[in-house]
């Protein structure tokens, strides 16, 4: 059975947690639901005690049959008080269990509420490198089946105190019609309850996986709708459904695999029941014939077996069942409890900052085996604009995520305006920053609702008024319906450029005192980033930047440039300086930065120009 397990270990911070702590924790969940609790406990009392009182009205009306020598005249007379007396239990026992559905779904509905709450609020506090290293697919997955399976454990435990209270009326009902015939069934309630805890172990390991492999499912759908672009670019549809075919195949398999140990189990149940209820028939009926017993407490009895077995299997099988819920709520305490990574040591509020930025001594790596930066000290003067540029896995956008306090550092210390980092209040610190991704991520809304995202109080003219200072304006009237124009998930529905504008115009409205800018202008026509060159030069006056370089323009426009090598800065200064050096900037600039110099495509222009005409076409 190993490939239907293939690809389904558990997460790194998934943990065990023992049935008594799941329930203690499911417990603490149902605590503000106390009063709607009760009602229904009191509902389950009552629609037991109408359930068991049906049969024995029954067995009361045959026995005034059997001793009536006149039927038609005296069952009437004798028993119409017992006729309204059934009508009445029929109608008290829907009413009970009426209530008693309406609430337990009211109140499953609120505990699913709060679990989902709290799962996604852990979301959205878990570090940056959570979602580095797990899928995203599969956390959804948590926060929307795993919180929904929760409520199967709610609605198996109070049909468990149903069936329990049942079995203790029917019990109490056996024991009085007949001793010898009550210790029948209840010798053999034993073997019930033991075949059924035998599948305990395999429904709670069968339950685990299944839960995985639809988070595989969720994960696998999610990656391939992000991705399709690129999937129908490069005609790949038939790779992407070949990889869900497969991934769909393990999701059957486990299905059915869980679906036959849950289904096994009330098969076997029923064949021990049924072997309890031959015997309990067998000697019953020689109890009549004898007159030992008479003939509507015999039938009492065999209905009452029947009320009896019915909610023994289902507290037997509970155990089985109740794995499926209990597996689902512990992948969701799991989420909810995994350690963050970042971890403050105060929650000091954070004043007005001036933007000072220090590294002192830094050591940080994202895994054991990545070292990124080792001793590693800077220092950003307030106000100050620093580029950073070099080759790939140099460093450059670690120190934008360490200032914004994505992840955790293993060494040293960063200060902020000469306080530690690690004291600062998170959300406080962060709105005082201001990033702009390579990419921006716009949400679905409109170009208004995106500039005034991180500060949601702005009104409309604060935030056509920042709108404006970005680029000139120009843009906001290339847009179909200005700042109202609607855009879709991740800001289809403009071009890239203005995406980036959007961003720094959001960013502008935040005003704040540190900006980190992974060069919003890597990808886009000449004259768009001549209209983000201006937002630039807008968003960054008077503010500390740290700018992930990409295009010229950004560099010369800073104020100072580092050079980074392998986590370390092997240069900094301005540009005319670090290329009379000729070092390792010089060769940067050669490779990457040159064809964007006005003077090199000047060049180009004159030795096209001085060609023949018969080149110039070709």
Request: hydrophobic letters at 45%; charged letters at 20%; glycine letters at 8%.
């Amino acid at each position: 059975m190993g490939f239907i397990m293939d690809g389904l270990d558990a997460e790194a911070y998934d943990r065990s947690y023992s049935d008594r702590e799941l329930l203690g924790r499911i417990g603490r969940y149902f605590k503000p639901y106390r009063g709607q609790m009760l009602l229904v406990g009191g509902m389950i009392v009552l629609n037991s005690l109408m359930d068991a009182a049906f049969p024995v009205l029954i067995a009361t009306g045959l026995d005034l049959l059997t001793g009536s020598d006149n039927i038609r005249v005296d069952v009437w007379e004798r028993s119409w008080w017992l006729i309204v007396a059934i009508f009445l239990t029929g109608v008290l026992s829907w009413t009970f269990n009426f209530v008693r559905q309406r609430y337990t779904a009211r109140t499953v509905g609120d505990v699913v509420l709060d679990l989902r709450r709290d799962a996604f609020n852990a979301v959205l506090a878990r570090d940056m490198s959570f979602y580095d290293e797990f899928s995203s697919g599969k956390i959804v997955s948590r926060v929307t089946s795993d919180t929904q399976d929760f409520a199967n454990v709610v609605t198996l435990t109070l049909n468990l105190i149903s069936q329990v209270l049942q079995v203790t009326v029917v019990v109490s009902i056996l024991i009085f019609i007949n001793v010898q015939l009550a210790f029948i069934a209840l010798a053999i309630a034993p073997l019930i309850i033991i075949i059924a805890l035998t599948f305990r172990r395999i429904a709670r390991r069968t339950t685990q996986q299944a839960r995985r492999v639809i988070a595989q499912v969720n994960a696998n759908v999610q990656e391939s709708i992000a991705g399709i672009a690129i999937a129908k670019n490069f005609r790949q549809e038939q790779t992407i459904y070949n990889e869900f075919t497969q991934v769909n195949a393990q999701s059957y398999r486990l299905s059915w695999r869980q679906g036959l140990v849950f289904s096994a189990i009330f098969p076997i149940l029923g064949t021990v029941a049924g072997i309890g209820t031959a015997l309990i028939l067998y000697f019953g009926g020689r109890s009549v014939l004898a007159g030992v017993v008479s003939a509507g407490a015999w039938f009492l009895f065999v209905e009452s077996i029947n009320l009896f077995w019915f909610p023994l299997t289902g507290i037997a099988s509970f155990w089985s069942q109740f794995q499926l819920g209990m597996s689902a709520s512990e992948r969701v305490f799991a989420l909810v409890d995994a350690e963050a990574q970042v971890v403050q040591s105060d929650n000091q509020p954070v004043p007005a900052l001036k933007g000072r930025i220090e590294f002192e001594k830094m050591d940080f790596r994202y895994t054991e085996k990545e070292t990124v930066l080792k001793d590693f000290s800077l220092v950003i003067p307030a106000g100050q604009t620093i580029a950073l540029v070099g080759h790939t896995g140099a460093g450059k956008s670690s120190l934008g995520k360490l200032v914004a306090r994505f992840y955790e550092f293993q060494g040293g210390r960063l200060l902020i305006d000469d306080r530690d980092i690690r004291t600062f209040d998170l959300g406080d610190y962060r709105r005082r920053l201001g990033i702009v991704p390579q990419t921006p991520f716009l949400f679905s809304g409109t170009v208004a609702d995106n500039i005034r995202y991180g500060t949601p109080q702005a009104t409309d003219e604060q935030v056509e008024a920042v709108a404006r200072k970005v680029g000139g304006g120009d843009w906001i009237d290339a847009l179909p319906q200005g700042l109202a124009t609607p855009i879709t998930e991740q800001g289809r529905g403009i071009s890239m450029g203005q995406r980036q504008l959007v961003a720094l115009a959001r960013v502008l409205l935040q005003d704040p005192a540190i900006v980190i800018l992974d060069e919003a202008t890597a990808s886009i026509d000449p004259l768009t980033e001549a209209q983000i060159q201006e937002g630039l030069e807008v968003v960054l006056r008077e503010r500390t930047a740290i700018v992930i370089a990409h295009r010229l323009s950004t560099i010369r426009a800073a104020d100072r440039i580092l050079v980074l090598r392998k986590g370390e800065v092997i240069e900094e200064g301005d540009h005319d300086a670090l290329m009379a050096q000729g070092g390792h900037y010089a060769e940067l600039y050669n490779t990457y930065f040159r064809h964007q110099s006005l003077s090199y495509i000047a060049g180009i222009d004159d030795f096209t120009s001085s060609q023949p005409a018969a080149v110039q076409a070709d």
